[in-house]
């Protein structure tokens, strides 16, 4: 693709712009063997849920980054050097576009980090989005999508949100349609995992039991009819995810925590993409908020967060005061 710089018009924003993505949940993941680029095909469905990242993009003398924690969110892992994701897609958006100019980002992290919902995505999404307002090049969702599918897989989900089934390496996206908003529980790990790490796990796992044809099954048909009737019961019976058992291999509190939220009220619970947050869905917004509180005193209330979906993938934030329609 290429995207050209228009030239400054006199409305042109002369501070910085906000913009925030989702943190994602994978309903169905499907994992296939290992390619011979070191990545895994993938059959996924993902859905956007309301934990956000907001990121800031100032023009600056060079490119640089500062991060702020949303609430509780533990932001100590997050790499501020040029291998943050976030910086690397400001940089990545000024080569394709021949900008020549910096930013500075500054981002408020809401999603765990290391934490399996595509927190550093979500940045990367909001930091592309961001750049692309401030200098104006309007390179379109596509154009966007194609230079995060460089950054990461999970990048072109961040732009598009809502719920979407993801081919490939989970870059490939086709829209699925949903008819209700479901509700959410997350409960965070006491430490991260390595995505890596877990593909790695579930390599070693698979190779003893042999290798699913992703897709192959039945189990995204089940989904998508699930979330087309808008039927929280039937999409928690069709949820799965097949790095599970990878994932409680590396991380061995992963199946209490399972058990925990099936016993106080979840209709289902699975690993959150590749762990460690474990995503339990309930009934409706007013029972998620009971679930949360019944889990309160057994898992540490700091550890909760309840969200909806679908929601939409990384826009813009009007700044405070904005004129409708202005
Ligand atoms: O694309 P992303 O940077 O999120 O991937 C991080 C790592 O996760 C990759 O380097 C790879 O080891 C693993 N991965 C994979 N197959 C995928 C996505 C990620 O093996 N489809």
Not at 249 to 273: F, H, K, P, Q, Y
């Amino acid at each position: 693709m290429s995207v050209s710089p228009s030239a400054p018009s006199p409305g042109a924003p002369a501070a910085g712009v906000t913009a925030r993505a989702p943190a994602k949940v994978n309903l169905l993941l499907q994992v296939g063997p290992r390619r011979s680029d070191g990545f895994h095909d993938l059959v996924t469905v993902f859905q956007a849920v309301s934990l956000f990242e907001e990121v800031t993009a100032t023009p600056a003398e060079e490119f640089g980054i500062s991060v702020e924690a949303v609430g509780e969110t533990d932001v100590s892992g997050v790499p501020l050097d040029g291998s943050n994701l976030a910086l690397r897609a400001a940089r990545a958006l000024a080569r394709e576009a021949g900008i020549t100019d910096a930013v500075h980002l500054h981002v408020r992290k809401e999603i765990p980090v290391a934490g399996g919902m595509a927190g550093g995505s979500a940045d990367a999404a909001a930091a592309l989005v961001a750049c692309d307002a401030l200098w104006q090049l309007r390179s379109g969702l596509d154009g966007l999508a194609e230079i995060g599918a460089t950054l990461g897989s999970d990048v072109p989900f961040g732009l598009h949100g809502r719920t979407a089934v993801g081919t490939g390496r989970g870059e490939r996206l086709a829209p699925v349609l949903t008819t209700a908003t479901f509700a959410w529980v997350f409960v965070l790990a006491t430490s991260g995992l390595s995505t890596p790490a877990v593909f790695a796990e579930c390599d070693r796992l698979r190779e003893v039991e042999g290798w699913a044809d992703p897709g192959s099954d039945g189990r995204l048909e089940a989904v998508e009819l699930a979330l087309r009737g808008g039927d929280p019961q039937a999409l928690g019976r069709a949820l799965s995810n097949d790095m599970t058992q990878a994932a409680c291999a590396l991380n061995a509190e992963l199946l209490g925590t399972l058990d925990t939220g099936r016993r106080a009220g979840a209709i289902a619970g699975i690993v959150s993409g590749s762990g460690p947050t474990v995503a339990l869905l309930a009934p409706s917004e007013a029972a998620a908020r009971r679930l949360a509180q019944n889990l309160a005193p057994l898992v540490g209330a700091h550890r909760l967060r309840t969200a909806t979906g679908p929601v939409p993938g990384a826009r813009v934030l009007e700044p405070v005061g904005t004129p409708k329609g202005s």
